[in-house]
């Protein structure tokens, strides 16, 4: 009872992925493409607190879990021929603060995307192992991966925005590890984002943990005091509250206001907070 369950493919086209799973705990068993009246491989049972995900990359299985006390996750390999936990075989290790959210592979290339100081973050991988950042220009902003994409692709399509850039499709070239628009963003040719700026403070709290704060002001426009703030902030449930575009908060900010997003613990922007 209480469970979920969700069917897909892996990037690769390997397996059909049955993923059942709660809030606690997961459950993979993989069926062959080649074979689909197979009986369906059981990669591990399911144990309370243990939360996984199957796909494959580069000859092997690939395995996103939280196994081992890595709350912010970590990435595995296995073969399909030895699939369970006991034979996981590191290849990303868990690090403190640094929140693996998803992983999306290519044929020649295996991308990473990462919470860290509550922004997320893509990371490029080769067969090899070597890693590159993609740079990301603005102090704060979301990033959106559309699923189901060309496992043969030299590049990977995402979408960009921040408090002031509308929702664009950009394309990530996997050689490189470097970004650039895809085509016009989805906005009015009147609206000019680089009357705006955002940016990106620390504050404590009580306890002295460091909260991220996200604003968003009229370029040049003081930050001393002397203007209306609007403060929004949430932190509950795992639900983060992304530095997203809002054309309410530039109507605020064009009244002269700030507008800041709070990123408070309790949302998964920092899920070891």
Not at 58 to 71: E, F, K, R, S, Y
Not at 116 to 134: C, I
Not at 152 to 173: E, G, K, V
Not at 176 to 196: H, L, M, N
């Amino acid at each position: 009872p209480a469970f979920f369950i969700a069917l897909r493919t892996t990037a690769a086209g390997g397996y059909v992925v049955i993923k059942m799973f709660n809030g606690d705990m997961s459950e993979v068993r993989l069926v062959p493409m080649d074979t689909p009246t197979a009986t369906p491989l059981l990669v591990e049972p399911r144990t309370d607190g243990l939360r996984y995900d199957i796909d494959e990359w580069n000859g092997q299985l690939l395995v996103l879990t939280d196994a081992d006390g890595a709350i912010d996750f970590k990435l595995m390999t296995a073969s399909a021929a030895a699939a369970g936990r006991a034979h996981w075989k590191p290849l990303v290790a868990h690090k403190e603060g640094r929140f693996i959210t998803a992983v999306h592979p290519f044929a020649g290339y295996l991308v990473r995307e990462e919470m860290r100081d509550a922004l997320p973050r893509l990371v490029v991988m080769a067969p090899d192992g070597t890693e590159r950042e993609v740079a990301i220009e603005e102090a704060a902003y979301t990033i959106g991966v559309p699923p189901k994409q060309d496992w043969n692709a030299p590049a990977m399509a995402f979408h960009y925005q921040s408090p002031r850039s509308p929702r664009a499709l950009f394309t990530l070239d996997l050689a490189s590890a470097t970004c650039a628009p895809a085509g016009p963003p989805v906005a009015s040719k009147a609206y000019d984002r680089e009357r705006y700026e955002v940016r990106r403070f620390s504050t404590k709290a009580d306890d002295g943990a460091l909260v991220p704060v996200t604003v968003l002001m009229r370029k040049g426009q003081k930050l001393d005091g002397s203007a209306p703030l609007f403060l929004y902030g949430y932190g509950s449930y795992g639900a983060t509250i992304d530095a997203e575009f809002s054309p309410s908060a530039i109507a605020l900010v064009e009244q002269g206001w700030i507008h800041a997003i709070a990123h408070v613990r309790g949302g998964a922007e920092r899920s070891t907070e």
